[in-house]
């Protein structure tokens, strides 16, 4: 069974950087492309960045572009999401997600499976 385990939220000023971790067990890394989604309280699901197997391809939605970024280091079994230049609308829980699709996966129902989140918070 695979599982995901983020680690890195906590609390940051606006302006601040965190780099958050997903740490994949139970299955190889290289075999899943994967997504870092956030959820606000009282907002719906949302992708925050994506990327393929091999790191080729890329996705971030206009919201964090040029902000955020995602990598993986299949070596080490591990997704990252550093995140930059932070706004107290960032503030939400971060999730990665892993998809047995062969391609860069957008879409949350293209996900088969989920990390329990990291709180990440953004004082103003």
């Known amino acids: 069974q695979v599982q995901l385990v983020e680690s890195g939220g906590g609390l940051v000023q606006a302006g601040g950087s965190l780099r958050l971790s997903c740490a994949v067990s139970g299955g190889t890394l290289s075999n899943y492309a994967m997504g870092w989604f956030r959820q606000a309280p009282g907002k719906e699901r949302e992708l925050v960045g994506a990327?393929?197997?091999?790191?080729?391809?890329?996705y971030y939605p206009d919201s964090v572009k040029g902000r955020f970024t995602i990598s993986r280091d299949n070596a080490k079994n591990t997704v990252y999401l550093q995140m930059s230049s932070l706004k107290p609308e960032d503030t939400a829980v971060y999730s990665c997600a892993a998809s047995w699709r062969s391609i860069m996966v957008i879409t949350t129902g293209g996900y088969d499976y989920w990390g329990q989140g990291t709180q990440v918070t953004v004082s103003s």
């Open positions: 990327i393929s197997r091999s790191s080729s391809s890329t």
